[in-house]
């Protein structure tokens, strides 16, 4: 396997570990053969932000260790996504620059027009925890230039709604799959090498996950009572600003009630029994299903993942890691060996700085000033306010017990009474 | 119905054999059926067809209504009834039928998620095209749908079902498509149908399987039925061997069976059977 240096400036995983980005050379390839132009027999001009390491070559920078990437394991009761959206990516201007300044080394390297896709990628755990991870998982697959922001809530989004994709060309897009298509135009295609009837058999899965698992999943985290209340709430109430925090989970919580009365029809959502049985069943039967399709094959269509392991994995995921108190969906994915041991080989080779607690340790390595200045404003922002509203407290309590009274203009302190005193005979006298 | 009382009719089905008398109910075909059911229907009617199982056809404007789940079509057998295609495979299978026994796991789970895809997709769009595109609205379904029952009922029954079909749009998230989209769509899953068919007789090669029934009922119904526009139908004309497949399906299956044919009729108007 080719090993890979990343060596943008912001990529996390650089920060953090010095690691190298494990991809096959055919992967490489084939996201080479994508770009019009560019083409050249070396396999070195892939995405941009990754290039070829020479073993032999001389390089301006320092030659990678040939060590597997080092990454914290996930322990389990981390949460998978964090709710917010980790920044990372390469800003389009220090694309061509970096590119630019390894050019020195052994290979030829064309400077890939990464201007074209100056994307930001905001999104935080909107519906599901997964939806931004969808795009997210796709674009680290394909390895597109994607600057990812953290958010928390929805109102700091360019469109109001998240997940949303910032683009130079052609505005801010919104849907969940317009943001594939987009990808997929500015020719970041991970479905390239797929044959005819594979292609079909993606959009045959997609519909499978999409009626059979996704609502059950919906209904996992949102509207079982017992994982809603102890998990799905309390998790978003603790990420999201005051104060939206108060109300957002549950707005939420009603949408995806709505949604699923319509898709299911009353009686499945009266019959808490009948439901279980047979939408539950279901869903793991689609599980199995999938397991059996993926068999002991690294990703489901050979050797490098396709958008649909962008897909599985987005929603597995999180039913994989998250906590529940009610997780009978979650034992029988745990059942399926293989499909846990696919989320955790994704989750190692392509999220692997994702092990820490995540609102601290992004920051830390995405080191962009733009994600701690947003962490910021909100700690800042909650110690002014509770300073704020203890001030307001206090003052409001000593002036009606009386402690404090404005006579005249003047605010006596609590403390000198003989002058309040004064002035009160002061006022009796007049 | 509890766990126990479903074993205890699955082990009365079982233990029955097919009658002679099994019916399945569906609209009034001439006047009242819409694109959607005729292809639910056709769908099970092909099943049964594949399967050996005689069934009659019987038709009814309140069909929908006598239905267990509120879809037609639905089967009376015995003393059973069952709605819609997959419950009826299942209940099939246990009086010991099945098309699909001879899968493997991962030939079974590609079944279903094609099924799954032409549920998600064909019936979808044949929904969105009856009911959320106003000129056919107008034209052909309020005009169909209400006429068997006298003004101003036809009129509030058919408002009613399309409310609760543009909510139930709005929720999967296609109330915002555009005709032209969905009909890419369509488009999309014919690619992928005729992929997978490729030049085989079947969808699994040598036997056809309830998948088979389902895209026969479904691409038969669209390519047969006429609508205000030729459109949807051309999609599905751009793919040879998904038309050939048709084709010998309903020779192998419908032809010769006097009591089915007029179910392969078109629907609105007297079209000959597909060229």
Known sequence: ??????????????????????????????????????????????????????????????SPSPSPPTFVNLPHDRHLQPPGVVLLGVEAEEGPALLGGQA??????????SQKLHADLVGHAGHLPSLAHQQQTYARFTGAPLKVHRVTSPWRSPSGHLPALRTRDEGIISKPQQIITHLRKQKYNADYDLSATQSADTLAFVSLLEEKLLPVLIHTFWVDAKNYVEHTRKWYAETIPFPLNFFLPNAMHKRHLERLQLIWGDDYMEDEEKLEKELYREARECLTLLSQRLGSQKFFFGDSPASLDALVFSRLAPLLKAKLPNGKLQQH?????????????????????????PLTGVPRAAGTDGSEAEEDPHKRRKQLLSVLVGLVAMLGYAFLSGIVSIQRGSVGPAGRQPITLEEEEEEEEE | MSLVAEAFVTQLAAAEPWPENAALYQQLKEEQILLSDNASSLAVQAFLQMC????????????????????????????????????????????????????????????????????????TAELYLQWCDDVTVEEITHPRYGSPYPWPLNRILSYQ??????????????????????????????????????????????????????????????????????????????????????????????????????????RSSKRPLLR
Request: include cysteine; charge should be neutral; aromatic fraction near 8%.
């Open chain 1, 333 to 357: 994915l745990k059942s399926l060996q293989n499909l846990c041991n696919y989320c955790t080989s994704i989750l190692s080779l392509y999220f692997p700085w994702d092990g820490g607690d």
């Open chain 1, 1 to 62: 396997m080719t090993e890979w240096l990343c060596p943008s400036a912001t990529c996390a995983c650089c920060r953090l570990t010095e690691c190298t980005l494990l991809s096959s050379r055919r992967y490489l390839t084939r996201t080479a053969g994508e770009r019009e132009g560019d083409v050249s027999s070396s396999p070195a001009l892939a995405a941009p932000w990754h290039r070829r390491v020479p073993t032999a070559g001389t390089q301006s920078r320092p």
């Open chain 2, 161 to 266: 079902k399309q409310w609760e079909v543009r909510r139930k749009m709005k929720a999967i998230g296609w109330a915002g498509k555009t005709l032209e989209q969905v009909l890419e769509d369509v488009d999309q899953c014919c690619h992928a149908l005729s992929q997978r068919l490729g030049t085989q007789p079947y969808f699994f090669n040598k036997h056809p399987t309830e998948l088979d029934a389902l895209v026969f009922g479904h691409l038969f119904t669209i390519l047969t039925t006429q609508l205000i526009t030729d459109e949807l139908s051309e999609k599905v004309k751009n793919y040879s061997n998904l038309t050939a497949f048709c084709r010998r399906i309903e020779q192998q299956y419908f032809e010769g069976h006097d009591k089915d044919s007029s179910a392969i009729a078109a």
């Open chain 2, 52 to 123: 050996n199982l005689p069934v009659r056809v019987i038709c009814r404007a309140n069909a929908e209504y006598m239905s267990p789940s509120g879809k037609v079509p639905f089967i009376h057998v015995g003393n059973q009834v069952v709605s819609e295609l997959g419950p009826i495979v299942q209940f099939v299978k246990a009086k010991g039928h099945s098309l699909s026994d001879g899968l493997d796991e991962v030939q079974k789970a590609e079944m279903k998620a094609y099924m799954e895809l032409v549920n998600n997709m064909l019936l």
């Open chain 1, 104 to 113: 020195e080394g052994g290979q030829e390297v064309h400077v890939v027009d």
